[in-house]
């Protein structure tokens, strides 16, 4: 039934509105048009004795006027409610992703962000949010190119200082990311190089006690050799 009844929706003024979204305003404008057809067939088919042609003529072009008239306001308004919905639904949207970036669920706010700029693509501060973002995550490059991205808008402008500051923000922690591997790695190598100290250590350990045992061995064959001696020599 609704396929069937959208289409016609927009042949009269208001329907289209009051058939999508419940209006009261665009219910007016299409009560407001019902009645002027009523009073336009009523006046054509009643009194149509009284009526000169010239008369029913100006009723039929009052009607179409009429008709004309309302159906633009209705058009007007409905697009003022639509685009107030828009603005709604994007500040409902960014204000889930401020939650999600203050509870630290990264992946949840990157969509809320992302499904902002799928609707607007040119909506600046979804950019320069999602920018921070990316910075927060150490997802630098998709950083810088966001950055990019919303240097070139128009609205640009008014985004100098936070664009400036974004940019800076993003060198010191490149330069700290870079610092914090270059420690980790020299880390590893000190670590490394113990180990291969401690299993030298090891070895030369494992040397000395058997050299001992190899020098014992050999006093107590001397030993013996010479208790034999001494008993054949008895």
């Not at 973002?133 to 990019?148: G, Q």
Request: proline content about 2%.
């Amino acid at each position: 039934m609704k396929f069937i009844v959208a289409p016609f929706s927009f042949l009269w003024p208001g329907f289209n509105g009051v058939f999508r979204y419940g209006l009261w305003s665009q219910l007016a404008i299409a009560l407001v048009f019902g009645a002027l057809c009523q009073a336009t067939l009523a006046l054509d088919f009643l009194w149509c004795d009284f009526l000169s042609q010239f008369v029913k003529n100006s009723l039929h072009v009052g009607l179409f006027v009429s008709w004309v008239f309302l159906s633009v306001i209705a058009s007007v308004r409905l697009k003022q409610y639509e685009k107030m919905r828009r603005s709604d639904s994007r500040g409902e949207a960014f204000l889930e992703a401020q939650t999600h970036y203050l509870r630290g669920n990264w992946f949840e706010t990157e969509c809320c962000l992302k499904k902002i700029l799928k609707k607007n693509p040119l909506d600046a501060d979804a950019i320069l949010f999602l920018a921070t973002l990316y910075r927060h995550v150490k997802r630098f490059p998709e950083a810088k190119r966001m950055l990019t991205a919303l240097e070139k808008l128009d609205a640009s402008f008014r985004w100098r200082y936070e664009i400036a500051l974004e940019k800076k923000f993003l060198r010191e922690d490149i330069e700290n990311d870079r610092e914090e591997s270059e420690t980790d790695f020299a880390s590893d190598d000190l670590q490394s190089v113990e180990a291969s100290d401690g299993g030298s250590s090891t070895g030369s350990s494992e040397r000395e006690i058997l050299r001992g045992c190899f020098e014992s061995s050999q006093e107590n064959d001397e030993s013996r050799l010479n208790r034999s001696k001494a008993l054949k020599v008895g």
